[in-house]
């Protein structure tokens, strides 16, 4: 194997952010470099490591004369063919990559904020340059969605994707339905153990899941969507009580991000939702991810993994920079021309006339006729009920939940049904209403 080595090609590497992931990623070509080269048919030389604060400790040692702080020295040198660039945001991260690019490297990302925000930009400096971006690791940690997608899938039309995409609120959900322990209880508690971060909010109010749909979106179905766009809602409005009553009902409450082909139109959506019990989505527990890609050939296929963390993260960094070393990339790179000026395939549709099932809490006054009141809101509004739960009263409050169970109705009716109940005299508070994917 060593004399192996002597005689394959060094293709020279650099990593941009050597934090949890950009560590992981070291270890991985320095500790396992036959696996590297194996699969490359070279050898992948890490002569670079950019980091911020040098003095640091890190979790990986590194040879001599590797690590610098001067990201120029990766920049200048062009004997660089590579970069793993895993630094988060969007600036400086953007502008690094776009020097990264105009002097010649290919670049591998882990950042899906920077994607959702300047794919264009950056994906059309990259082809006028000639160069090409990977972003395996930007979605679903070390599940190879990315892959599949563009290419594996590529001979289906895929009609719908519906996935967990962010682990943080998987975690935090999984807690709430095993333990019946409150939302910010069990925060404090992913916070502690490293799943959340100091400042959770873009996790736990669906934004982190809408960028990764976004990217999705644009590969499964050509749309053209700012993340921004998406509706979406986090898990940090769920209430441990709506997590009891879909356990009763025999379902968890998942935060879902869902794009469904409709025609020529896009459904998309973060929310929470209610998923049958031992369905596949319903048994991702944890802190991992999960896809549900549906083609029109192949039918039904399910990715479940790590979607985050050191180690998984990596595998998908170094992968992609086995396919940059080897050309693999530049070729679907050109092929796919991904964020380009071609015409989108496929527009979103407005969220309105989306279809499905829906879970409704009504707290309402403990007194006779007001469920007449409620449910002759809902007919109004043309909404058939499949079943009625009305709970113990709240003693304390004179008040009492009822939760109820749509048949299928569209989101708009939904909504303008839920506003009109919230305005009915015995009703206190907002209706809480969620969507039951079945």
Known sequence: MARLFKRMQKTKVAIIGLGTVGSGVARLLLDHGD????????????????????????????????????????????????VAHLVGGLEPARTIMLRL?????????????????????????????????????????????????????????IESLHGIL?????FILTKMHDEGAPFQEVLAEAQ???YAEADPTMDVDGSDAAQKLAILAHLAFGARVDWKDIPRAGIDTVDVCDVRYAKEMGYRIKLLAT???????????????????????????GPFNAIRVEGDAVGPLFFHGQGAGQMPTASAVVADMI????????????????WSNRKARVTPAPNDAARAKFYLRVIVEDHPGVLAQVTTVLGKHGISIASV????????????????????????????ACEEIDGLPPVRGETVRMWVRD
């Open 323 to 338: 396919d940059m070393a080897v050309g693999r990339t530049a070729i679907t790179f050109r092929t796919l021309e991904l």
């Open 35 to 82: 696996r590297t080269a194996r699969h490359a048919g070279r050898i992948l030389w890490l002569e670079k490591a950019v980091v911020r604060n040098l003095s640091k400790a890190r979790d990986c040692e590194l040879p001599a004369g590797v690590l610098t702080d001067d990201v120029d020295q990766v920049i200048n040198n062009p004997e660089i063919q590579v």
């Open 389 to 416: 739960l009305q709970r113990e009263p709240i003693e304390a409050q004179g008040v009492v939940p009822l939760v109820i169970m749509t048949h299928e109705t569209s989101e708009g009716d939904a909504a303008r």
């Open 192 to 194: 502690r153990l490293g």
């Open 101 to 157: 690019l105009e002097s010649g490297k290919d670049v591998v990302t882990a950042n899906k904020a920077l994607l959702a925000e300047h794919g264009p930009e950056l994906f059309d400096a990259a082809r006028e340059l000639g160069r090409s971006i990977a972003f395996e690791a930007s979605v679903a940690g070390g599940i190879p969605i990315i892959a599949n997608i563009s290419t594996c899938l590529s001979a289906n039309q």
């Open 259 to 285: 794009a469904d082909l409709v025609d020529d139109t896009l459904e998309l959506d973060v929310s929470p939702a209610l998923v049958r019990v031992r369905s596949p989505l319903a048994e991702v527990s």
């Open 166 to 170: 962010n682990g943080t609120s998987n």
